[in-house]
T-cell receptor, first 110, second 115 residues
Framework: GQQLNQSPQSMFIQEGEDVSMNCTSS?????WLWYKQDPGEGPVLLIA?????ELTSNGRLTAQFGITRKDSFLNISASIPSDVGIYFC??????????FGTGTRLTVIP | EAQVTQNPRYLITVTGKKLTVTCSQN?????MSWYRQDPGLGLRQIYY???????DKGDVPEGYKVSRKEKRNFPLILESPSPNQTSLYFC???FGTGTGLYGYTFGSGTRLTVV
């Protein structure tokens, strides 16, 4: 399957700080998605990106589809305790399935 | 409420004893998929289904079977479970369009332990 490298693997930040994480691929994708997984639950879609260079926001979250189509980043501004969880990137490359990154575990310290 | 329902949430079984994890969605989605989640490996696709009676292997299909006899249901079958299939399993569904998939809706997960 496709290899999606997500970094960092884990982050510990103070409440109120901004967060940045990214995802890179060895292959070109035509869709990038970002999901969040709360403890004990399934992942929930945060943001979807469909075009190279696209920058999309959802509240305090901003994500971009890289120009090379091989990367994407997710920023969270002014983090709050409920931002805690595992964030996954996912990419689609033309086949009808998604490939997921290994996840970034975010801990927010009050 | 639109949702993907998996059962059971937790299951402990013994090696070799056949089991089925059920998955049902009420959104009339064409596309359904099974993933397993393991520490450090993220989510890996086991099988997927584009529509009724259409299934295909994902990245890690060995030791698993699926069926799609009805649009809403997509059960995952482990004919002879082994300890390396101990994992957290997720079912997901989505509308499939002519240009491919968008976001999935995931179930809440099934934590399987094979001893």
């Amino acid at each position: 399957g496709q290899q999606l490298n997500q970094s960092p693997q884990s982050m510990f930040i103070q409440e109120g700080e901004d967060v940045s994480m990214n995802c890179t691929s060895s292959s070109i994708f035509n869709t990038w998605l970002w999901y969040k997984q709360d403890p004990g639950e399934g992942p929930v879609l945060l943001i979807a990106l469909y075009k190279a260079g696209e920058l999309t926001s959802n509240g305090r979250l901003t994500a971009q589809f890289g120009i090379t189509r091989k990367d994407s980043f997710l920023n969270i501004s002014a983090s709050i305790p409920s931002d805690v969880g595992i964030y996954f990137c996912a990419g689609r490359s033309g086949a009808n399935n998604l490939f997921f990154g290994t996840g970034t575990r975010l801990t927010v310290i009050p | 409420e639109a949702q993907v329902t998996q059962n059971p949430r937790y299951l402990i079984t013994v090696t070799g004893k056949k089991l089925t994890v059920t998955c049902s969605q009420n959104m009339n989605h064409e596309y359904m998929s099974w993933y397993r989640q393991d520490p450090g490996l993220g989510l890996r696709q086991i099988y997927y289904s584009m529509n009724v009676e259409v299934t295909d292997k994902g990245d890690v299909p060995e030791g698993y079977k699926v069926s799609r006899k009805e649009k809403r249901n997509f059960p995952l079958i482990l004919e002879s479970p082994s300890p390396n299939q101990t994992s957290l399993y997720f079912c997901a569904s989505s509308f499939g369009t002519g240009t491919g998939l968008y976001g999935y809706t995931f179930g809440s997960g099934t934590r399987l332990t094979v001893v």
